[in-house]
């Protein structure tokens, strides 16, 4: 069964350092999510992608955090500079289509620690 | 923007019994109402999603329900196992151009 790959599962950085998360959603999917999980509360969108392109943006914070999708496979998602507020859990999913009625596939996510 | 809410956080059921989580949502255009079950360490892992032009899905051991109209909806999970202990996340439309909105989550722990 196909699976969105994450790495790396685990990440401890210091504040202000730089930190990169990387997702490979299924193959053929053409719409691919970034969400954040902070402790005890569901997941909230970050960003969205179609293809290489950004859909929604609206809820990242453009100051510090920065997402890719170069060639419309796989995705890069930045933190620079890292604060303390920013320990969550990153998580990627992708579905084979745009559209909010087609399924999300979640992967196992990157548990990012600011210390 | 949506927001949905989801009760109660902690469910502690005995093996065998039944255990219902229940969400609300705020948007009445909402057409699409997916549950994720996640485990330690992992991501959410869709176990049913229902579509507004429907009232009830089955699926096995597990059920849900909406009602459009009180704009609530459902998890209805029968003769609970030792793995169905896990956190519970209902969502909704409303998380961006074709995010979804999450609740907070219900820890379901079944007793042996």
């Known amino acids: 069964e196909a699976e969105v790959a994450q790495s790396p599962r685990y990440k401890i950085t210091e504040k202000s350092q730089a930190v990169a998360f990387w997702c490979d959603p299924i193959?053929?999917?053409?719409?691919l999510y970034w969400y954040r999980q902070i402790l005890g509360q569901g997941p909230e969108l970050l960003v969205q992608?179609?293809?290489?392109?950004?859909?929604?943006d609206s809820q990242l914070p453009k100051d510090r955090f920065s997402a890719e999708r170069l060639k419309g496979v796989d995705s890069t998602l930045k933190i620079q500079p890292a604060e303390l507020g920013d320990s969550a859990m990153y998580l990627c999913?992708?579905?084979?289509?745009?559209?909010?009625?087609?399924?999300?596939?979640f992967g196992p996510g990157t548990r990012l620690t600011v210390l | 923007g949506e927001n949905v809410e989801q009760h109660p956080s902690t469910l502690s059921v005995q093996e065998g019994d039944s255990a219902v989580i229940k969400c609300t949502y705020s948007?009445?255009?909402?057409?699409?109402f997916p549950w994720y079950k996640q485990e330690l360490g992992k991501g959410p892992q869709l176990i049913i999603d229902?579509?507004?032009?429907?009232g009830e899905k089955k699926d096995q051991r597990i059920a849900v329900t909406l009602n459009k109209t009180a704009k609530h909806f459902s998890l209805h999970i029968t003769e609970t196992q030792p793995e169905d202990s896990a956190v519970y996340f209902c969502?909704?439309?409303?998380?961006?151009?074709?995010?979804?909105?999450f609740g907070k989550g219900t820890h379901l722990i079944i007793q042996p």
């Open positions: 193959s053929g999917h053409a719409t």
């Open positions: 999913a992708s579905s084979p289509m745009r559209g909010v009625t087609d399924t999300q596939y």
């Open positions: 229902i579509r507004s032009n429907v």
């Open positions: 948007d009445s255009a909402s057409n699409y």
């Open positions: 969502a909704a439309p409303g998380g961006g151009a074709d995010g979804l909105t």
């Open positions: 992608f179609q293809d290489e392109s950004v859909v929604d």
